[in-house]
C-alpha cells in the first residue's frame, strides 16, 4: 500500500505538473487478481482498486489484526455487469455503480470475477453490511444541456440513506453530450473529496481542476483514475468525453450541503 502524506495550499504555487500528479492523481489501481491501495493522511481516507478475484488484504501501515478492525469500507462497482463481494461468507451481488458498504469489524472482504473500486475511512463505531442499488440512492438530476452539464447524482452512503461513520459515498453519470462536473464548484473545510473517474474511453481524458479557488492547477486524468482533493481544493472538471465518477468523502461531518460554494467568476 502506497503512502501519501497531507498537502498544504502554500504548496500550490510554484508546483510542477509533475509534483502534482504525484501528490494528487491516484494512477494504476487496477491489475489482474490484486487489490491495490493508497493510504492518504489527507483525513486518513484508503483508496483501491480491485480485479477479482482477490482478497481484501492487511497491509502493514494499518497496524491493525485485519482491515475492518477501526475502518469501514465502501465498494463499488465500476464494471458493466453485476458482480460478486463476499462479507464473512455472505454473498452480495451490486449492478454496475452500486454499492455495498462493509461496516467495522468485518473480517473476509473477498472480491469475485469483476471491478471494484474501494474507498475506506476511519469507524469509531460498526454500522451494518449494507447494498445500496441504484434505486435506492434516490436519483437526483441536476444540471443542462445549456450548461453542458447534465447529469444524474446518485447519493448512497450517506446520512438518509446507508449509515456510516464518517464516510459519505455517492456516484455521479453525466449525459452523453454533457461535460462538466461540479460547476460552478466548491470546496469543503470540513471534508477530504476524491473523485474517481469510470466509463471514459480509453483516448479520452478528464481535466480536472484544483487548487485554492482563486489559484486553481489542472490535472489530465484518464479512465479509472482518481484525484484527491483536501479541504482547501476545488474538485471539478470536463471530459472530452462524457463519464462518471464516484465522490468519496471523510472528516467532520457527513452533511452533504456543508459546503462553501465558489462563483465561477471568482475563479483563477
Ligand atoms: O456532479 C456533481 O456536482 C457532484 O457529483 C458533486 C459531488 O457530489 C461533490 O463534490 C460532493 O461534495
Ligand atoms: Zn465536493
Not at 494528487?24 to 493510504?39: H, I, M, N, Q, S
Not at 465502501?74 to 461496516?103: F, Q, S
Not at 455517492?170 to 462536473?181: K, Q
Request: aromatic letters at 8%; hydrophobic letters at 35%; charged letters at 20%.
Amino acid at each position: 500500500m502506497e503512502v501519501r502524506h497531507a498537502t498544504a495550499p502554500d504548496q500550490i504555487p510554484g508546483a510542477t505538473t509533475a509534483w502534482l500528479r504525484s501528490r494528487f492523481l491516484v494512477e494504476d489501481l487496477f491489475a489482474p487478481g490484486e487489490v491495490r491501495l493508497v493510504y492518504s493522511h489527507e483525513d486518513r481516507i484508503v483508496v483501491g482498486g480491485a480485479l477479482g478475484p482477490a482478497a481484501l488484504p492487511n497491509p502493514d501501515p494499518l497496524r491493525a489484526g485485519h482491515f475492518l478492525e477501526r475502518r469501514e469500507l465502501g465498494v463499488v462497482n465500476v464494471g458493466e455487469r453485476p458482480a460478486v463481494v463476499t462479507v464473512d461468507g455472505t454473498p452480495y451481488e451490486p449492478g454496475p455503480k452500486e454499492c455495498l458498504y462493509v461496516g467495522r469489524g468485518a473480517r473476509e472482504v473477498a472480491f469475485g470475477d469483476g471491478a471494484f473500486y474501494l474507498v475506506s475511512t476511519p469507524a469509531h463505531a460498526g454500522h451494518p453490511t449494507a447494498l445500496s442499488t441504484l434505486e435506492d440512492a434516490e436519483p437526483v438530476r441536476l444540471g443542462g444541456p445549456e450548461g453542458s452539464n447534465e447529469r444524474t447524482i446518485y447519493k448512497h452512503v450517506h446520512a438518509g440513506g446507508v449509515r456510516s461513520c464518517q464516510l459519505v459515498l455517492g456516484v455521479t453519470v453525466l449525459e452523453p453530450g454533457s461535460m462538466w462536473n461540479t460547476m460552478p464548484c466548491h470546496t469543503h473545510e470540513r471534508r477530504t473529496e476524491v473523485y474517481f473517474y469510470f466509463g471514459l474511453p480509453e483516448q479520452d481524458r478528464v481535466i480536472h481542476l484544483m487548487g485554492r479557488p482563486d489559484e486553481t492547477r489542472n490535472l489530465v486524468v484518464a479512465d479509472r483514475q482518481a484525484v484527491i482533493s483536501p479541504p482547501w481544493s476545488v474538485h471539478c472538471g470536463f471530459g472530452t468525453r462524457s463519464y462518471a465518477f464516484v465522490w468519496a468523502m471523510g472528516g467532520e461531518n457527513q452533511a452533504y450541503d456543508d459546503v462553501e460554494p465558489v462563483a465561477i467568476g471568482e475563479m483563477r
